[in-house]
């Protein structure tokens, strides 16, 4: 879907002058907050963006001052994946 928006020309100028596509800002804008009150989860931003590694992600949130959504599940699932890499590391080093 195309969404046109009017912003002010001294912000435009604002974004420009920092390196910024005014298109580009606003649309990160508003997929930053849509990850901030929970509709958007790290991977639509990463397909959305075209970003290759969910690290893109987390340095354009930190960037807006938005904290990852990280629960003690997504914990315990990091250590699982972590036990079962080990596992499959020794068995291949073997």
Excluded at 16 to 32: N, Q
Excluded at 55 to 63: G, S
Excluded at 67 to 79: A, G, H, M, S
């Amino acid at each position: 879907m195309e969404v046109t928006l009017t912003i002010p020309e001294a912000l435009a100028e604002q974004l420009t002058t920092a390196g910024k596509d005014p298109a580009r800002a606003a649309l990160e804008a508003l997929l930053v907050e849509g990850y901030r009150t929970h509709m958007l989860s790290e991977g639509e931003i990463k397909r959305i963006l075209g970003y290759g590694t969910r690290m893109q992600v987390h340095a354009l949130l930190k960037e807006h001052d938005v904290p990852l959504n990280y629960t003690l599940e997504d914990l315990e699932q990091d250590r699982e994946t972590h036990r079962y890499l080990d596992k499959v590391r020794s068995k291949s080093a073997a």
